[in-house]
């Protein structure tokens, strides 16, 4: 069955660095766009990056550009997301989705920024 695991989430202080991943795994990766979205606390699903099927496109949501940096492996079957410069504001759940009619999306990994 379809499945996306994200990693890579945890504690850093504002100003630090994390980078995320998701591995995919039941479908053919290298056939699907896929994202970044995530939630606040006490908010809806935002989204915040995504990447092209070859990985030569990309687009940012206006608060990420410039610090994140979305990236895939085809031959791997995963999603990074190399996040630079952290702000208390980007502190969710961070979930890797793909671009497909059913957005499925993995279970998530907490990211927090906070001194």
């Known amino acids: 069955q379809v499945q996306l695991v994200e990693s890579g989430g945890g504690l850093v202080q504002p100003g630090g660095s994390l980078r995320l991943s998701c591995i995919a795994s039941?479908?053919?990766?290298?056939?699907?766009?896929m994202s970044w979205v995530r939630q606040a606390p006490g908010k809806g699903l935002q989204w915040v990056s995504d990447?092209?099927?070859?990985?030569?496109?990309?687009n940012y949501a206006d608060s990420v550009r410039g610090r994140f940096t979305i990236s895939r492996d085809n031959a791997k079957n995963t999603l990074y997301l190399q996040m630079n410069s952290l702000k208390s504001e980007d502190t969710a759940v961070y979930y890797c989705?793909?671009?497909?009619?059913?957005?499925?999306r993995g279970q998530g990994t907490q990211v927090t920024v906070s001194s």
């Open positions: 990447i092209s099927r070859g990985g030569d496109s990309t």
């Open positions: 989705r793909r671009n497909s009619a059913d957005g499925v």
């Open positions: 039941g479908f053919t990766f290298s056939s699907f766009a």
